[in-house]
């Protein structure tokens, strides 16, 4: 390693593995990958390309957003603070219905990916309709993605039922699956909206293709008697009678989960996506995170969709979700700062099965990364790095993010996407969706 | 009205007071106070010694920051992730039983007033020790600020007892009552730190003088039961008892308060400060904000200090407030982006007895103003302004901020503070605080 492509010098690393902050310390990248990380006084004899100093700043691996519906963003606000069923049904589906289409897929997740980028997410897990317009959008973003291939029993004007839903998913992970930033899930949307013949065949593809399985379980209240009612059994259970658990099962919100639930998801190494804001928002209520944590199921952080939350702000959820466990326990020392910053790098790659590509900085691992300025008087005095990562500074701190070694924001600005066009394509879905419904 | 001193066109204005947002309107700013606000197009006749275009930002009145100790900005992220036992005994107190002196309080309190301004707060509620070195630095930064005259049974670095902390508090107020943008309140610390002689002399000396009571009210989960071994009675009722309640008293907290606390804060028009980040993140659970709206108590937003939150940001408390209000009620219509807001602004300039003269853009009140710049792609589509402000943008989208006409922030920039000067300072601290204890 006598030459490398870039070294960072940076005033803090936070690597995630080990926990903790690295002082004056650098990174080096060459392929697009970690050559090492090391202290700064033994990184002065390696040559490389390019060479950055971040004097002020904190150097970590980049944020994963591990729930989001990308395209959302162009329902952004149309209609907050309205109870989950007339929003759905009086908003948010009537104008889905209306407007979904490829176009509008790329557009809203264009504006998703560069909302991220600026925010230090460098990787999502996008579940929306067409997720070969998503895929378009993510790849000329130059950030990662894991696109989901929705599957719903109803028609949608994405296919007239699930097995469209799958060929149609199945049609655009060909397409892009040689996009080496890009990956793929099968997203049933829900217990409750999918049957068992074809969560059946989504079991069979997942296995078949190695995908992971990621669907919205027990986030309101009365999904579990609803399931209890119409199978007989509780929503995860019949998941698990079906054969959809396993490492590569992801359940989003997990909020109405009791201590059965817990069991199995621990048992059989799954994940949960917890998702405090939204959450909150559609009065879902707080998932019991503290117990998932005592049975060691890894958890992650997601943003949901704009319509609901109204920021894919990750250094946001991790916030939340820290206060919230505190409150929810009892205990202030619940989910301490370095707990939900793993929660929200590594704990989110391995929900995404990249946790040997990404989601910490150590050597072999891809240049995912970003930087945050913390060398402002607002930030001042600082005892330790990650409790302000987590606790003081906001994502509008995040300067520069590396996706593969590319550097995709330089301070402050996306190097990939334009501004203008971005705010032109905002504007353009507004205007019509103000009109409807 | 044929000259102003400064006329501010805005995309929108938020005067509070009507509800909602007027498009293309203008304020006209006059000897530090609002003389009208109107329809960019009437406008257009007036000549304005200084007009300034705001085309893609909200206009709104200077969020007020209801609850704070400034000057623990110092100790912000010394100790967190602690229950409250060991941060207090372990890590707050020590430190300030070494440090606490005017010049800590001054500079502690600089860098407060620094971060309100450019976080859009103009006016703060500061509950700290020394209050005439607060006092130098709020006159200093531009910003208005109630100052608190701390009251505690106990010796301090401050005082020796209460009668000490009385005098020190009447003497700084006598110092600084003519400055125009501030004002004072008595603050016994809580129930249980002042006994009913200190809280006897706190209300003689709060009806001779016309000043404002406040108080930590029902923070922890015990505070009753203490209050009713040693008392017989809850800390609200033996206030109530000791004449302390009545519009110019503030309970601050008000987590652990029942339907009888509920009943006596509205029959006698106290003040509820709710501080939702601090009271997650210290464990002490969610106050219940919608019990008490239901009865019209008024409850203002406040940050309290930076060591339990750790920011001083009141959008951030507003956003906060809204979601959990929607959970705690399982309503997601509760505390909708308007409500919040008007928590944000003209209840807390109610809660300080300034109702009269700030909260919301009136003619004739102070021209205490803040731009929001809405106009980056990060924040299109938008379709609801005020949803937008709540939910979508972040502190760091204020742009300008003017108290009493003067342009404390311009483009972003602190006006009348030093960055440079502000970073010092902070260092200065930071070095002999981290040797401690």
Known sequence: MSTVDLRLDARWVIPIVPEGALEHHSVLIEGGRIAAVMPTLHADGI?????????????????????THGAMTLLRGIADDIPLKPWLEDHIWPREARF??????????????AEMIRGGVTCCNDMYFFPDAAARAYSESGMRAMLALPVVDFPTPY?????GCLQAGLAAR????????????????????????????VVVYARQLELPIQTHLLEAPDERAQSVARYGIGPLQRLHALGATGPGFIAIHAIHIDQA???????????????????????????????????????????????????LDVFG?????????????????????????????LNGAAALGLEREIGSLERGKQADLIAV????????????????????????????VWVRGERVLDSGELTRLNAHDLLARARFWQERLERQP
């Open 47 to 67: 040559e490389a390309r390019e060479h950055i100093s971040l004097p002020s700043h904190a150097l970590l691996p980049g944020l994963v957003n591990a729930h």
């Open 100 to 113: 979904l289409a490829p176009d509008f897929v790329h557009d809203g997740s264009l504006l998703a990916a």
């Open 159 to 163: 296919a007239a039922d699930a097995d």
């Open 174 to 201: 060909d397409l892009w699956k040689h996009e080496p930033r890009l990956a793929f899930s099968l997203a049933p949307h829900a217990p409750y909206t999918v049957g068992d013949a074809s969560w059946s065949k």
């Open 261 to 311: 639930d817990i069991d199995l998801l621990a048992t059989h190494a799954c994940h949960v996506v917890h998702c405090p804001t939204s959450n909150l928002k559609l009065a879902n209520g707080i998932a019991p995170v503290t117990a998932l944590q005592a049975r060691s199921v890894s958890i992650a952080l997601g943003s949901d969709g704009a319509a609901s939350n109204n920021r």
């Open 317 to 345: 959820e991790a916030r939340l979700a820290s206060l919230l466990a505190k409150t929810a326990t009892g205990d202030a020392g619940a989910l301490p700062a370095p707990s939900v910053l793993r929660m929200a790098t």
């Open 373 to 400: 300025d913390l060398g402002g008087w607002q930030h001042a005095p600082c005892y330790d790095v990650v409790s302000h990562l987590i606790y003081v500074i906001g994502r509008d701190q995040v300067c520069d």
